[in-house]
């Protein structure tokens, strides 16, 4: 399965949107659980920052995305 979705975090002066891709297969008896999340892009306040997300920001925010996409899975 998989889903596209956005993370969004809003402050007073900016809004950070993450959209994303999440894959998932429950697995069976045969094959384990496996998932996998893929950031297509990044926009703050519209405007694409992308490549300053991945120089800089990556690794500080890619837990809560990974988060949010688990938990939003079935809507």
Do not use: R
């Not at 297969?25 to 496996?34: A, F, T, W």
């Amino acid at each position: 399965m998989k889903i596209k979705g956005t993370y969004s975090v809003v402050g007073d002066s900016y809004e950070l949107d993450v959209n994303y891709i999440y894959y998932w297969d429950d697995g069976n008896y045969e094959n384990p659980p496996e998932c996998d999340l893929e950031i297509e892009n990044v926009e703050l306040n519209g405007v694409d920052i992308s490549e300053f997300y991945w120089d800089w920001v990556h690794d500080n925010l890619y837990q809560n995305v990974w988060e949010h996409a688990q938990e939003n899975k079935d809507e």
